[in-house]
């Protein structure tokens, strides 16, 4: 069970308008072209980073600093998605800079495979975790490997030795990349949740090597920490079975895993403790400085919370080993880092939501016994992104809460964010895209979501991380552990319906968050529509859904329409004109159904009742209705739009005077997609092939 999220904004999939102006902006003459470009289901946008020339020249030395800390890792990620990543993203961007005619049909294929490389960090699609093909030969592909240089041979083969394969007459190193590319059965799915399987045996990601998932969990059980300041034994580790048979933990740190691209973090950190803000801050990155050095994880839980008593800082930062979807077993932290600013408008909002934490706590629909007597340290803003990375690079989160350790979360409180410049970005992104005109019921309803949809996305994600995650306790003696799998699911669905439920209260008018009674209605109709029907245009035909978000979404309004009132539903899927669409009857009902599975996940988590958590999720999550998918899909087409964004980022750059002194940071918004992921190849890619 986790305590974080990563939420992806309604705005992808629909077409939410900004209730501000939403004009294109001018940052030191660089204007800024929001939309990139779009290749297969994925679009690359930009985003802005308001108010940046408002900091002072520490704190944007300090962005500087840490936003190069955070490039540093991208090597990691790609690793951990799976051991070929990096020999594949290698292999292609060789065959792409050096292959003579760019012209070439089948090497315009592999540019747009290479491309989607890049998006998902590796072969797996970001988002359903399947393998995706290559749409040029292998012939064309093996004849290709001839234009890459010796100099990039060697780096790719590294110390790798393969002998006696072959496939498609591709010898050494690059035969089983060829095979791993081609082959559309081997490493099919990056994270396996399929019931009854063996998740690790048939997962493709590279946090275990040689071990089943019984092995697996009987380690982590026998290695478990049980004092009241437990450890997250097996955060920063990939797990392994030795040639003895022996397993054994293989740690992120300088001087084991990892340690090329650790000690380049280390070093931009150590720039940045050098301007931090205040000493709270400088504690904080001191702290990572020594956890990254020694991969302690005692010394981790100090940091973390150093971290969430830093509040006086403007400039914040995630960096290191965070969450955990890509770990079949919901364990081991993926690579992530983001740089950010508070957006001091706008945390007004979250300010107000955190000062009122009891009384949201207090009136919850969950079980007495569920709620915690005194809420501690419930901490909130929104942000403006600075730099994206590792597993918010290209595709990003508009709301993080952290840090996900439970008796933290407890003892000492959490850190939520909003990411208002990357839900600008989406907005802007989704205007008059057709999407709402298609798949709505009536005017009525797109005029409600025009009217309000930025709104209720910003304060349904401000309620999700700032409260949702951090609200209930778990009973004496559950762990994180326990609902294994299912883990992330429940926690998103009980975030989820923290925010559904409490958007709608006349407390959110009373405070001045929400502006009137009505409002809210347009986050009701867009998360039953999506979670029931417009999300499934993510899904391939045939698939079941595997990503913990969209099980979410759709166990949501699954279980809902399940439990409408028969004779007069509150909530239906209606045909009309040989299309299916949403109708909410009663928007009250809804809540109140809304609260009562609320209150049922609350009873899952708190009790860590892996048996309940496992029935609901198989029901209600998984499954898709075949010929719905099917008109989702066929709808969607027609509108020539990509159901998935990411981004490229700004690029930083220091002003220095004759003596080598920083005078100003700039920014340029120009870098297009293919030429910052090869820059970043070359800048920021230290860890050898095979690690």
Known sequence: MKKSTLIFSLALLTGASCITSCHKTQTKNNEINYNVEKFYDLEVL???????????LQQKKLVYFLTEAALQGRDILYDQNCMYNLAIRRTL?????????????????????????????????HYSEHKFLPEFSREWFADALKYIPEEDRLRIQGDKRVCGTEHDGVSGIFSPIVFVMFDPDYMSKKVNQTAGEDLLLTSACNYYQGLSQAEAEAWYAAHKDTSD??????????????????????????????????????YWLKQAREVAETEEQRLVIDKLIEYNTTGNLRTFNEYAIAWVKDLDSRVDFINGFTEVYGDPLGITGAWEAMVNFKNIEATKRTEVLAANAQWFEDNSPTAKEYKKETVKGVSAKVINAAILGGDCYPSTPIGINLPNANWIRKEYGSKSVTIQNITDA?????????????????????????MYGALDDNC?????????????KLLQGVTKDDLKEHGSTIEEARADLFGLYYIADPKMVELGIMPNAEAYKAEYYRQMMNGAMTQLVRIEPGKDIEEAHMRNRQLIAGWVLDHVTPDAPEVEIIE???????RVNDYEG?????????????????????????????????????????????????????PYKGFVNPVYTPVTDKDGNITDIQLNFTEGYAEQHLRYSRDYSPLPTWN
């Open 93 to 125: 961007e060789s065959i792409y800079v050096n292959y003579p005619d760019k012209q070439d049909e089948q090497f315009l294929l592999m540019e747009k495979y290479l491309k989607r490389v890049w998006f998902s960090n590796g072969i797996h699609h």
């Open 426 to 450: 989406y907005d802007k992104a989704a205007q008059g895209n057709g999407f709402n005109e298609e798949f709505m019921l009536s005017d009525k309803e797109i005029e409600m979501v025009r």
């Open 46 to 56: 930009r985003y802005d980073v308001p108010d940046f020339d408002e900091l002072s």
């Open 576 to 582: 009309q004109d040989g299309k299916h669409y949403m």
């Open 590 to 642: 809804l809540r109140r159904l809304y609260g009562e599975l609320l209150a049922i996940i609350q009873d899952i988590t708190s009790t860590g009742n892996y048996a309940a958590a496992k029935e609901i999720v198989e029901q209600y999550a998984v499954h898709v209705d075949k010929k719905l998918h099917e008109e989702m899909l066929e709808r969607y087409k027609k509108l020539n739009l990509a």
């Open 460 to 472: 349904h994600t401000d309620l999700h991380e700032c409260l949702g995650h951090g609200s209930g």
């Open 229 to 266: 300041e437990p450890m997250w034994v097996g955060l920063n580790a990939q797990l392994v079975k030795n040639g003895e048979g022996d397993i054994i933990e293989r740690t992120y740190k300088v001087g084991g895993l990892y340690s090329e691209a650790l000690e380049r973090v280390v």
